[in-house]
């Protein structure tokens, strides 16, 4: 499981033979969510405020998100995105 970023206790990570349509899976605490990353879409369950950051920080990190799941679909390693401050 790539991590891509780390950031108030969430984990953003990509997989490489993941499945369409493009997106990326966060963690926190026993909680898990995938989010599309053309669409915004969630699926899974987060505490409101951890939701509100992945959120925030996918609309700021949204073209990067889709150039590394070109790359995982190369089966090349994704590159590291900078953290919500």
């Known amino acids: 499981m790539p ?6 206790g969430i ?3 990509m997989y490489w033979d993941d499945h369409a349509p493009p997106h ?3 963690k926190y605490a026993e ?3 995938t989010v599309n ?4 879409v969630v ?4 505490p409101k405020r951890a939701l509100r950051h992945v959120l925030e920080w996918y609309e700021i990190h949204r073209e ?5 799941w070109e790359l995982c679909q190369n089966d090349e390693s ?3 995105i900078e953290p919500l401050e």
């Open 78 to 80: 994704p590159k590291s």
């Open 37 to 40: 990353i053309r669409t915004g």
């Open 43 to 46: 699926e899974g369950k987060f």
């Open 31 to 33: 909680y898990e969510i």
């Open 24 to 26: 990326f899976h966060a």
């Open 3 to 8: 991590v891509v970023s780390r950031f108030l």
């Open 11 to 13: 984990i953003i990570a």
């Open 64 to 68: 990067e998100l889709i150039e590394n």
